[in-house]
């Protein structure tokens, strides 16, 4: 029997497609198939019809074109209708399930988001969403066991240009959301695509609408991902699309990953927004509309972004990484009578709740075109909007490698010792569901450690009112971490190294500059 459980990450399925000298492929042809008819069992057992119509959808990924055959070939056996959508992008694989001309009772699209070309995935949905950790869990049974549904005569896929219909839908947002037919006219935007699915948002959302796209970048489909990661959050991707902006002049930036549930912007002068900056922008639109509402935000923000959020009448609700989580907990909140109308990310995942709870990152770029509008008119620009955000003096965001097999058990022992011994010598956050989240008096600053939700990694992210302070954060958590196995702690080391040589200080061995945790910890923002 085939052991799929592996492949399970949080609610999708996630595995190494290419095989490289060290690591053979564990997601393969073969696995896709039996995973896509075991997700067809389990749509017909959930819907009960015996045929179901199912949308096939995939990003740039090398391994795209041959997992959409090999699934295609599967269910064609099992008599399914089959609609074959092509490049698309994941949240119009969802809104496949609404648009009323296709109407499919579910999709699966083929992407692993912002991971490397050797990695692939598969994210299922029905009418309601996407599955859930639980379902999956069903549909992987299933395939571990062999089990499909066969009906009828052998079927034929249609190949459908469905993402003309969620590109009507977006113009029409823009349109109606500014009242004018050409609505961007005058406006220069670039858009970075980074080789993923997302350059359609280019040529076939923002052209029709007046814009010009001269200064866009990166916009062929390529699963190599030749130009830089496909990644709103990495930081050689913000910065290529800053230069872009301010060599071409452009009037915004914007830049999806791979398979366009996340996006992130650029400003006129440079100015990055993604982040802590993405979640007030985002909070900025929203609450005018929704006076008093709560904002649903992960764990990993500033403390400044409180402040902001506050300040313009909204509550914060920080909760578990993974969008998922947070549009989980949204839900829960809306069902309980509180108005949450966002659900949002770090990393870029954005969820409004009269776009279904989507985390659609051309949908969110939408809704911030309709406001810039509105702004180049008044001679303003979206820095206004986010100029109160107070940031922090200095940050680090460091990820450390986990190695071996049990990798997560590494992880839950240093969260579990890190929270112990910040209980002795520090102040833990009370507001905080994962990891360790604990601050730090002297260095006026805080410290963020916790498990990726995905990938055996270690993530560090470290924030800090005093210059110095982060170092000094960094130099005590090396002090910590460097008494456990499976834990790469080269990353951190190479931080303070660079942060000592900025500085021009004395390394922590020959200063014997210590943490000093003995004071009583005073600073308490958001504690």
Same mark, same amino acid.
Request: proline share 4%; net charge negative.
């Given at each position: 029997m085939a052991d799929y459980k592996i492949l399970k990450s949080g609610t999708d399925i996630r595995g190494r497609a290419i095989a490289s000298d060290d690591a053979p492929a564990i997601l393969t042809e073969r696995a896709v198939a039996d995973l896509a008819s075991a997700f067809v069992l389990w749509l017909t057992r959930r819907t009960g019809k015996n045929r179901i119509k199912l949308a096939i959808a995939r990003d740039s990924r090398l391994t795209g074109e041959s997992f959409t055959r090999a699934i295609i070939s599967a269910l064609r056996l099992t008599g399914q209708d089959i609609c074959d959508c092509g490049l698309f992008s994941t949240p119009a694989a969802y809104l496949v399930t609404?648009?009323?001309?296709?109407?499919?009772?579910?999709?699966?699209?083929?992407?692993?988001?912002?991971?490397?070309?050797?990695?692939?995935?598969?994210?299922?949905? +029905?009418?309601?969403?996407?599955?859930?950790?639980?379902? =999956?869990?069903?549909? %992987?049974? /299933?395939? &571990?066991?062999?089990?499909?549904?066969?009906?009828?005569?052998?079927?034929i896929a249609i190949s459908r240009d469905c993402m003309r219909l969620y590109c009507d839908m977006l113009t029409d947002i823009i349109r109606k959301g500014t009242g004018l037919w050409l609505p961007l006219k005058g406006m220069k935007i670039a858009v970075d695509a980074g080789h993923g699915a997302g350059g359609f948002f280019a040529t076939r959302v923002l052209a029709p609408l007046g814009a010009d796209i001269s200064p866009s970048q990166f916009l062929e489909p390529d699963g190599e991902f030749p130009a830089h990661a496909p990644n709103p959050e990495n930081a050689e991707a913000m910065e290529s699309l800053k230069n872009r902006v301010l060599?071409?002049?452009?009037?915004?930036?914007?830049?999806?990953?791979?398979?366009?549930?996340?996006?992130?912007?650029?400003?006129?002068?440079? +100015?990055?927004?993604?982040?802590?900056?993405?979640?007030? =922008?985002?909070?900025? %639109?929203? /609450?005018? &509309?929704?006076?008093?509402?709560?904002?649903?935000?992960?764990?990993?923000?500033?403390?400044?972004?409180?402040?902001?959020?506050?300040?313009?009448?909204?509550?914060?609700?920080?909760?578990r990484r993974g969008y998922r989580n947070v549009i989980d907990e949204a839900k829960r909140l809306?069902?309980?009578?509180?108005?949450?109308?966002?659900?949002?990310?770090?990393?870029?995942?954005?969820?409004?709740?009269?776009?279904?709870?989507?985390?659609?990152?051309?949908?969110?770029?939408?809704?911030i075109l309709v406001v810039l509008s509105a702004l180049r008119r008044e001679g303003s620009d979206l820095t206004e909007?986010?100029?109160?955000?107070?940031?922090?003096?200095?940050?680090?965001?460091?990820r450390l490698s986990l190695t071996g097999s049990n990798w997560r058990a590494t992880a839950t022992t240093v969260t579990e010792r890190l929270t112990s011994l910040s209980e002795r010598m520090l102040k833990l956050s009370n507001d905080n569901y994962e990891g360790v989240r604990a601050y730090v008096s002297h260095a006026k600053g805080y410290f963020i450690v916790r498990t990726s939700v995905h990938d055996p990694v270690l993530p560090i992210y470290i924030e800090s009112d005093k210059e110095g302070g982060a170092v000094q954060i960094a130099r005590f958590l090396k002090s910590f971490l460097y008494g456990f196995r499976g834990v790469d702690c080269a990353p951190l080391d190479d931080y303070i190294k660079k942060e000592e040589a900025r500085l021009g200080v004395e390394s922590e061995e020959e200063s014997g500059d210590g943490f000093g945790t003995a004071e009583e910890p005073s600073y308490d923002q958001g504690f």
């Open positions: 609404q648009f009323p001309s296709v109407h499919a009772d579910g999709s699966i699209m083929i992407t692993a988001s912002h991971h490397p070309k050797d990695i692939n995935g598969l994210k299922f949905f +029905t009418a309601d969403g996407g599955v859930n950790s639980a379902e =999956l869990d069903e549909i %992987i049974a /299933l395939a &571990e066991n062999g089990e499909t549904v066969t009906i009828g005569p052998r079927s060599e071409t002049g452009a009037d915004l930036g914007v830049i999806f990953d791979a398979d366009a549930d996340r996006s992130a912007v650029v400003a006129s002068d440079g +100015t990055e927004i993604n982040r802590s900056k993405l979640i007030a =922008l985002a909070a900025s %639109i929203v /609450l005018p &509309e929704h006076p008093g509402a709560t904002i649903v935000t992960d764990s990993v923000t500033t403390e400044g972004l409180r402040e902001f959020i506050e300040s313009r009448g909204g509550v914060q609700k920080r909760f809306n069902a309980s009578g509180v108005d949450a109308p966002l659900a949002i990310e770090s990393s870029g995942h954005a969820a409004f709740a009269e776009h279904y709870f989507l985390d659609d990152g051309a949908y969110f770029i939408a809704r909007l986010i100029s109160e955000l107070r940031l922090p003096k200095e940050e680090a965001d460091i």
